[in-house]
């Protein structure tokens, strides 16, 4: 669907490959760290160029320099630990091979393109960083030994004509993303239990696991670690598995 009304997609729509999105990703528990390298493939879905490439940071909206995203009578349940902070920081922004200019702006980070993004041309980018997971019950936070990764990851802003980002806000789900095949795979210590979308294939090495998880066709790649729960699947007579 056309949001724009006009000529927003070119008469292909649908052609041009979805986002891919490669992430490499390794957390450490005792300090809420999870560090990333992260590839995204994308297309100009439109016949409009652009200068401009615009991601979801949706971690930064629990920095300690921003108000929190909570409403005041939530706050103690969501702070049952006290009040702690996310952090986000960026070591290397490529695109196509080459450092791009780039700007950080709450949750939007924006690129700076020095030509047009063209109708059809494909962009890559990458994404070198480090995050402390805030200690919070929201979609991403801490539980005793549970870790939850809910709007961790970067993700493109939805590009249809115009750029939608957007702030994360107190209520509901205020913001929207593209339908997007994920390659993901997480490191993390062996007494933990993985829970993510899409299908995993997980070995031990020493007392470390490494996970690699595909996800197709979704909106968000989300996942939980835990060494406090089982995992119970189960599958049903229409051969889905629960």
């Known amino acids: 669907m056309n949001p724009q009304g006009t000529n927003a997609f070119t008469e292909n729509e649908g052609v041009a490959p979805s986002p891919m999105y490669t992430h490499h990703l390794s ?39 921003e108000p929190a995203p909570v409403f005041n009578e939530f706050m103690p349940k969501v702070y ?24 950080v702006e709450k949750e939007d980070l924006k690129l700076i393109l020095l030509k047009d993004w063209k109708p059809g041309e494909k962009k890559e980018i990458r994404i070198s960083w480090k ?25 493109l802003a939805v590009y249809d004509g115009k750029w939608h980002s957007y702030s994360y806000e107190k209520a509901g789900d205020p913001f929207f993303s593209q339908f ?3 390659h993901v795979e997480i490191e993390y210590p062996s007494r933990y239990t993985l829970l993510s979308s899409g299908e995993k294939e997980e070995r031990r090495e020493g007392e470390k696991k490494i996970a690699k998880v595909q996800a197709e066709g979704v909106r968000e790649f989300a996942f939980a670690l835990t060494a406090q729960h089982h995992v119970v699947s189960k599958l049903t007579e229409d051969g889905v598995l629960l």
Request: aromatic residues 10%.
């Open 80 to 103: 049952q630990g006290g009040i702690s902070y996310s952090s986000l920081q960026l070591n290397q922004v490529l695109l196509d091979g080459e450092p791009v200019p780039y700007l």
């Open 131 to 155: 995050a402390e997971l805030p200690a919070i019950h929201h979609r991403m936070g801490k539980e005793g030994d549970s870790f939850w990764f809910g709007n961790v990851l970067p993700i």
């Open 27 to 65: 957390f450490q528990p005792e300090n809420r760290i999870l560090t990333g390298d992260s590839l995204i493939q994308t297309w100009n879905q439109t016949n409009i160029p652009t200068r401009e490439i615009h991601l979801q940071v949706f971690l930064r909206a629990f920095v300690k320099e």
């Open 180 to 182: 997007s095949d994920y």
